[in-house]
């Protein structure tokens, strides 16, 4: 029997069907879906009502269907390299950045609040990490940011401009930075970091994600 649309969506609503392939191509193109989003939510609980069939369909084609029950967010995950993000080392270092925050951060408020850090705390991070002849310009610090803004890691709580100037400017730290970057200790964490310290990776080296 071949297998046809109507087999595979069995168990949606007729009526609610035509939802299905947008979301998947918006699961894949925007790789978190928030459930404290507003533009996000209808999409979230489509998702989670119909999860059998998402994480079906996307096993189909290599895709790992996700979910932080804590946070509510859902992420898509390839198994193949084809379709993973690659980001530059700059990138894969500020990540490093924001995931070490959200931690020392989390030790000190409800794990259900998304924790808060300033400008000025990301750049004074990114240098003890990095060492400061890898400080980074306004520019680059501004497109970096924006970079991660558009993933949906982070987001600005002062105005819709991210403001690297200004180092009282706060920045929201998203649950998704836990999941781009699935580290389960401290230990592992310390091991990134000594990893970018030593200087393994060459300034121009992209990371896979």
């Known amino acids: 029997m071949p297998i046809t649309q109507e087999i595979l969506l069995q168990d949606i609503p007729e009526k609610s069907r035509r939802d299905f392939p947008r ?61 993973r993000a690659r980001y530059k080392l700059d990138e894969s270092l500020m990540i490093v950045v924001l995931r070490k925050l959200y931690e020392d951060k ?55 401009t991210i403001d690297v100037r200004d180092a009282e400017a706060r920045l929201r730290l998203r649950g998704s930075v836990r999941l781009i970057l699935p580290i389960q200790s401290a230990t592992e964490l310390e091991a990134w970091l000594r990893k970018y310290r030593a200087g393994e990776s060459a300034p121009d080296s992209e990371e896979e994600s």
């Open 23 to 83: 979301i998947v191509n918006r699961l894949l193109g925007q790789t978190f879906l928030y459930q404290d989003v507003d533009g996000d939510k209808d999409d979230y609980y489509f998702v989670h009502r119909h999860r059998a069939v998402f994480e079906s369909v996307l096993a189909l084609t290599g895709f790992n269907l996700l979910h932080d029950d804590y946070h509510r967010i859902f992420q898509v995950v390839s198994e193949y390299s084809y379709s």
């Open 106 to 160: 989390t030790e000190h408020i409800s794990l259900a609040n998304d924790p808060v850090v300033t400008i000025g705390e990301v750049r004074e991070e990114y240098r003890t990490i990095t060492g400061k002849e890898r400080d980074l310009g306004m520019g680059q610090y501004e497109t970096l940011l924006r970079r991660l803004r558009s993933i949906g890691l982070i987001e600005t709580i002062d105005g819709r």
